[in-house]
């Protein structure tokens, strides 16, 4: 590589570092005064893809929100009427690259919850049942979704107008969620369904009848030691 190519190269990629770094929306920027609440320690990676009416929206605690993510509550700028806690997401939570949440009733994330990128998550849709009117234009009903504590998200799933997840909550990459699911569970496919269960003294009971074992919590993922 010619020695001045080097250079812009090296040039370029430290600028995007500050870009990134100058552009990430953290407690005491003006950006982060406009949510709800935004927790000490989290961060909205630089940049945002859409953050839509903020100040119904609140953030726990050591949060990060990954890249190009949207973040909305409502149908619109400037929308009057908000839910005052239209979407709220917990403590330690991580929010994957291009994540996607629209809240327009209630959307609420448990603490430790990790998604995947490319997770989509919606507590309304569009209906479809007047002939001569667009899709598009026929808001559906909103339906709360909840995410216990401490689930997984894989990544692309979709989670539907009325998923209320258990904690512990393990959904595979892809699977389309509607509905209630138990906690300590796997769901996987479209439509989603268990396929794995815990029962205490057994271990985790797949669909067939197979048995993985229960294993002792001898890591503790938040340990300073462990991630450093």
Known sequence: ??????????????????????????P??????????????????FPPATILNPSSIHLGAGTL????????????????????????????????ART???????????????????VFITDASHGYQVPD?????????????????????????????????????VVAAGSIVRGVVEDHAVVAGNPARVVRRYEAGVGWVGSRGDVRPELADDLDFLDPAVTG
Do not use: K, Y
């Open 28 to 45: 005491g920027t003006r950006a982060a005064e406009e949510f709800g609440s935004f927790g000490a320690g989290s961060c909205i990676d």
């Open 65 to 96: 929100v990954g890249r190009q993510v949207t973040l909305s509550v409502g149908w619109g700028v400037g929308e009057q009427v908000l839910p005052p806690r239209g979407l709220v997401i917990g403590d330690r939570c991580i929010l994957g």
């Open 133 to 169: 009117r667009p899709v598009g234009a026929q808001f559906g009903p909103s339906d709360p979704v909840v995410v216990g504590a401490g689930s997984w998200i894989g990544h692309h799933a979709v989670l539907l107008p009325g998923t209320r997840l258990g904690r512990n909550v």
């Open 100 to 118: 996607s949440i629209t809240a327009h009733e209630s959307v609420e994330m448990g603490d430790d919850v990790f998604c995947g990128q490319g």
């Open 1 to 26: 590589m010619h020695p001045v190519a080097r250079l812009m190269n090296r040039v370029v990629h430290a600028g995007w570092r500050w870009v990134d770094r100058a552009g990430e929306i953290v």
